[in-house]
């Protein structure tokens, strides 16, 4: 069982160049999200997807845009990366029932230089 | 605004030691999840509490949820390395989002 998948598992930019992570479930979740994790920060929302077709913002969504591809792709694009976006990014999804954990990838360590 | 405050930060004890750290909020959650994370690897899912005053086992591992599902504490009996790793609490407040808190990582030392 895959769970969720991420790609690609690490990434080094330069300031300016664009990117785009990939993220894929196959537990037919219809909630996936975009989570970045700097150190002392905790977990960050960048954006969300409710539902396929759907997009919302998150805590932190500056710098950064998601396309819910369909019900299984969801992918977060940096248009000009910057230094201040380097860190690890995780991928989650969840079903709609209540109280249902989020599974989560095992994120992409993003470096920008 | 971080809406759950987790203590202590970071927590360093001996194998065989016991440990509790804790989850705070001023806001009430439909339910509390703990997830725990170890290096390179995404958080997984340890246990939900969701009723008020709710004490759950795992193991070694007790969860409890506050009366007024504002807060929570995870107590560990006699620790092992194996419990090393990074423990986030998140509340669900619905529409399906979680709000982390910035996590306690504990250290078991062999």
């Known amino acids: ?113 | 605004t971080q809406l759950l405050e987790q203590s202590p930060q970071f927590l360093s004890i001996q194998e065989g030691e016991n440990l509790t750290v804790y989850c705070n909020s001023s806001s009430v959650f439909s339910s509390l999840q703990w997830y725990r994370q170890e290096p390179g690897e995404g958080p997984v899912l340890l246990v939900t509490v969701v009723t008020g005053g709710e004490v759950k086992k795992l193991k070694r591992l007790t969860f409890q949820f506050g009366d007024a599902r504002k807060d929570s504490s995870l107590h560990i009996t006699a620790a092992q390395p194996g419990d090393t790793g990074l423990y986030l609490c998140a509340g669900a407040g619905g529409n399906n989002r979680l709000a982390f808190g910035k996590g306690n990582q504990v250290v078991v030392i062999p």
């Open chain 1, 1 to 113: 069982n895959a769970g969720v998948t991420q790609t690609p598992k690490f990434q080094v930019l330069k300031t300016g160049q664009s990117m785009t992570l990939q993220c894929a479930q196959d537990m037919n979740h219809n909630s996936m999200y975009w989570y970045r994790q700097d150190p002392g920060m905790g977990l960050r929302l960048i954006y969300y997807s409710a539902s396929e077709g759907t997009t919302d913002k998150g805590e932190v969504p500056n710098g950064y845009n998601v396309s819910r591809l369909n019900k299984r792709e969801f992918s977060l694009r940096l248009e000009s990366a910057a230094p201040s976006q380097t860190s690890v990014y995780f991928c989650a999804s969840t079903g709609t029932v209540l109280n249902q954990p989020q599974h989560f990838g095992d994120g992409t360590r993003l470096s920008i230089l």
